[in-house]
C-alpha cells in the first residue's frame, strides 16, 4: 500500500495574503514551490495549490516548500503564535516539575536544573510553584536552546530534553524557536567592524549595542544624528557627528537558517521585528541630538529648543504611597536660568535635598522630606519634576526632541554645582 502524507492545516487566508504581498500569481507560486517536489505537470500543480488555498490542508513537506518561497516562517502559515508555544511549554513544564517535587524524585530535579540553567534552590521554592510567568520564561530559554542544538545537529541534548521534560517534536515550532535570526552588517561607534554575523533573536541585538552605548553615554564629538530605515527584510541605523564625515552604519536582516537549506531572507514574526524597531528607535532618541525615524524628523529643522517643566505633587496618604498629579507646566527658552524657578519651588517645602535622574527620555528631579526620627525612617516624596527638551510647533503645541544622553548627564551635573555654589 501506498503510503499518503500526513497533511496540516494552514491559515488558507494568510496564505493567500502573503502571496498578494510578494506578489506573486497562483501559477508562479506553484511552480516554484511544488516543481522540485512533484513530477506534475504545470495545470496539475496550479489545482494542487488551488485546492490548499481553498482548503489549507497541505503536507509538512509543500508546506515547507511554500513558506520558504513566500520568505515567511511555517508558523506564520499555520497561524500559530509563537507566545501560545511558549505558553503551552510552560505549562507542561510546571505540572513536570511539580510532579517531581511530590515524588521527591530529586536525581531528576537536578538534571532539569542544569537543563534549564537555573539553580535547583529556586526550581524547588514555593514561589515558583504558582507563577506562570516564571515557566513561560523558562520555557521561552528551553525553546531558544532547542533552536540551537537542533541548527548545530546536537541530537544529544535533544534527546535530554525529551526524556527528562517528557516533551516531544510537537511541542515546539518547525523553527525550534520562539525568537529568529538576525544577520547583522556593522560598522558603528566602537564597535567591531562585522561584515557578517548570525544573532538569534532581538534580545541579542540589543546586547550587541552594548558597547556603542557605553561609547556614546560619555563621548561627545560635535551634534549627533541618527536616521532609521526599514525595508521588506532589513533595518538600518546610520549616525553621522555634525563635524565629522564617517557614516556609522547599523544594519539587521531577518532570516531562516536551517542545516537543510542554508540562509535565506524572511519576514520578521511581527513580534520580533516590532521589537527590533522599538530597540533601535530607543537607542537613537538616546544618544543623538537629532533623528530622522521612518522619514519622521525630530526636532523640526529651524526650530528654536525649549526645556519644559511638569510639576508633580505626591497626593498619596501613606509615607509609602505615591499618588502623583500633575501641577504646572511651565516652558523655558533653554539658555534661561531655572534655577531660581527650582528654588522658589523648594523654599518653605520640609525638603532638605534634590535628587537628580536620567528618565527614559529627559531628565527628573525629585524633592524628598527631611527625615524624621531615625537616620533610616521612610522619607515621602513630596514633588517631582520631569524636564524634557522639545520645540513648539505652529499650531503651538510642545513637541519632545532627542536629548542625547551625554547633555543630559552634562545638565544634571551643571545644575547639581549650582545648588551646591547657593
Not at 552588517?185 to 566602537?190: G, K, L, W
Not at 530605515?229 to 533595518?235: N, P, Q
Not at 542554508?262 to 533623528?291: C, P
Not at 516652558?331 to 536620567?358: A, P
Amino acid at each position: 500500500m501506498q503510503n499518503v502524507a500526513k497533511l496540516i492545516q494552514i491559515d488558507n487566508e494568510r496564505l493567500q495574503v502573503c502571496r498578494k504581498a510578494v506578489p506573486m500569481s497562483q501559477k508562479a507560486l506553484a511552480d516554484q514551490a511544488f516543481s522540485i517536489l512533484s513530477k506534475a505537470n504545470e495545470e496539475s500543480r496550479l489545482r494542487m495549490y488551488q485546492k490548499i488555498e481553498e482548503t489549507g490542508k497541505v503536507s509538512l513537506v509543500r508546506a515547507k516548500s511554500l513558506a520558504k518561497v513566500l520568505g515567511v516562517t511555517i508558523e506564520h502559515l499555520l497561524n500559530r503564535d509563537y507566545f501560545e508555544y511558549g505558553e503551552a511549554l510552560g505549562k507542561k513544564l510546571r505540572n513536570r516539575i511539580r510532579y517531581l517535587k511530590l515524588s521527591e524524585n530529586t536525581f531528576l530535579l537536578e538534571e532539569i536544573s542544569t537543563l534549564l540553567k537555573f539553580e535547583l534552590g529556586e526550581l524547588m521554592s514555593w514561589d515558583m510553584a504558582d507563577k506562570d510567568w516564571a515557566y513561560r520564561s523558562l520555557a521561552s530559554e528551553l525553546l531558544r536552546d532547542f533552536e540551537k542544538f537542533s541548527f548545530h545537529g546536537n541530537g544529544k541534548e535533544i534527546r535530554k530534553i525529551y526524556a527528562c521534560l517528557l516533551l516531544e517534536r510537537d511541542d515546539f515550532p518547525m523553527n525550534g524557536s520562539d525568537a529568529c535570526y538576525w544577520w547583522i552588517y556593522s560598522d558603528f561607534f566602537h564597535l567591531e567592524h562585522v561584515l557578517g554575523k548570525l544573532l538569534l533573536g532581538s534580545a541579542s541585538i540589543n546586547y550587541f549595542l552594548e558597547d556603542s552605548r557605553k561609547y556614546l553615554s560619555s563621548h561627545c564629538q560635535g551634534s549627533l544624528k541618527f536616521t532609521l530605515e526599514k525595508s521588506k527584510f532589513h533595518h538600518r541605523l546610520t549616525g553621522e557627528f555634525s563635524n565629522n564625515t564617517r557614516k556609522n552604519v547599523f544594519e539587521c536582516v531577518a532570516c531562516r537558517v536551517s542545516r537543510e537549506d542554508g540562509m535565506s531572507w524572511i519576514h520578521a514574526d511581527v513580534w520580533e521585528d516590532e521589537y527590533v524597531s522599538r530597540d533601535l528607535e530607543k537607542f537613537a532618541w538616546q544618544y543623538a541630538d537629532s533623528v530622522d525615524i521612518y522619514g519622521k524628523v525630530a526636532p523640526a529643522v529651524g526650530s528654536a529648543p525649549i526645556i519644559q517643566i511638569l510639576v508633580f505633587e505626591n497626593r498619596g496618604v501613606g509615607r509609602n504611597d505615591e499618588d502623583w498629579e500633575c501641577v504646572e507646566k511651565r516652558n523655558f527658552s533653554f539658555n534661561h536660568e531655572i534655577e531660581e524657578y527650582l528654588q522658589d519651588i523648594c523654599d518653605g517645602l520640609n525638603t532638605e535635598e534634590y535628587g537628580f535622574f536620567l528618565a527614559m527620555r529627559g531628565v527628573e528631579l525629585t524633592l524628598t522630606e527631611k527625615a524624621k526620627g531615625s537616620f533610616f525612617a521612610v522619607r515621602r516624596k513630596l514633588k517631582k519634576f520631569e524636564i524634557d527638551l522639545g520645540w513648539i510647533d505652529e499650531s503651538n503645541q510642545f513637541n519632545q526632541a532627542p536629548w542625547a544622553e551625554v547633555r543630559r548627564k552634562q545638565f544634571i551635573e551643571l545644575r547639581r554645582t549650582e545648588s551646591e555654589l547657593a
